[in-house]
């Protein structure tokens, strides 16, 4: 009976569970991983005629994508591990703009559709001849869902809710992250209109050029910004600025308002410059600061809060602390 009571307790933790923190960011992921290679079948449509289809499903998290490969089945190929097949089509399917997977165990088919049956699928097929493309695959089009054949859905007790259910987890804890992005690049835009309406007392050693606003990476764990200043030359210097978001652990003011990480040197910064013989030239430093570009506006406390509160919502322990106009 207790063990029953256990089982029942577990399984009603897992149904209302969520993703609150970097930690468990990376259990979902790798639970995706392990869903993802479990649900497709290798090779299939093989009989006395025709060869039939091989087939490879993977998840990608650095670059949060699922991989869909596909080549016509050759008993050649028995044995040998997924890298060393020559692909004739790979689908790269973007996580995030994944609306749902739909099961069809009459068909066994996992059906992917993505958001607003936008063709947010890039689908790559292996060039006839390197020397023709100039690399292994080109672009052969775009779609908006992907059919894959799935012995597996008999086999593994409610498959395809099982992917929906993590995939979308990770797409809430990836709003959330993008909630934290959008509001500084609303906070950038007011920052480069006060450029413009107050040109005349806004800092010169300040000003900037926006090059790329607030983004992050493709595996959603950097947070990075790029700007374009003047040096003593007059010469374009171009700032890029990366952190890692699970290091940062203060929101700061000084003149800017910075955010710092939980130890030294977690800043990648790269600084591209024009060299006296008019050639570009990219230094790498680290730092500590991480600097958001918000000069302008004085006794803006409440600013610091938000940040500190959106970086919170992902389960980041971040404090406001000291705050100097």
């Known amino acids: ?43 299939y449509g093989e009989n006395d005629w025709d060869g039939g289809w091989r087939q490879h499903l993977e998840f990608d998290a650095m670059s949060m994508n699922l991989v869909f490969y596909k080549k016509p089945y050759h008993k050649a ?5 997924p890298t ?55 672009e052969a089009g775009k779609e908006n869902e992907k059919i894959i054949q799935s012995d597996k859905l008999l086999k593994i007790r409610n498959l395809a ?13 990836y709003s959330k992250k993008m909630d934290l992005v959008n509001y500084l690049n609303e906070k950038l835009k007011q920052e480069v209109a006060y450029q413009i309406k107050d040109s005349l007392n806004y800092r010169s050693d300040k000003k900037f050029k926006l090059i790329q606003e607030f983004q992050l990476d493709n595996s959603a764990q950097w947070l990075s910004v790029v700007v374009e200043r003047r040096n003593i030359y007059d010469k374009p210097i171009t700032e890029k600025q990366s952190v890692r978001l699970k290091d940062i652990t203060e929101v700061i003011k000084d003149i800017s308002i910075i955010i710092k990480t939980n130890e030294e040197n977690k800043v990648m910064k790269t600084s591209t410059v024009i060299s ?33 509160n959106l970086l919170k919502q992902i389960g980041q322990n971040v404090q406001r602390k000291d705050w100097h106009d």
Do not use: C
Not at 101 to 130: C, E, F, H, R, W
Not at 161 to 173: D, G, V
């Open 161 to 173: 809710k099982r992917l929906n259910w993590h995939i979308s987890q990770l797409q809430k804890f």
């Open 1 to 43: 009976m207790k063990t029953l009571l256990l089982l029942f307790l577990l399984i009603g933790n897992m149904a209302y569970s969520q993703i609150n923190n970097f930690e468990d960011e990376s259990q979902y992921l790798h639970a995706l991983q392990e869903l993802a290679a479990q649900s497709f079948t290798d090779h």
């Open 276 to 308: 006296y013989k008019e050639k570009k030239q990219a230094i790498e430093t680290v730092d500590t600061y991480f600097f958001l570009q918000f000069w302008h506006e004085k006794n803006n406390e409440h600013v610091g809060d938000e940040i500190v």
């Open 84 to 138: 060393d097949i020559k692909w004739l089509t790979k689908s790269v399917i973007p996580l995030y703009e994944i609306d749902t997977l739909i099961g069809d165990n009459k068909k066994n088919t996992i059906t992917i559709k993505m958001k607003g049956g936008k063709n947010s699928i890039q689908v790559y097929a292996l060039a006839p001849d390197p020397q023709w493309s100039g690399k292994e695959y080109y």
């Open 77 to 81: 190929d028995s044995g040998k591990i």
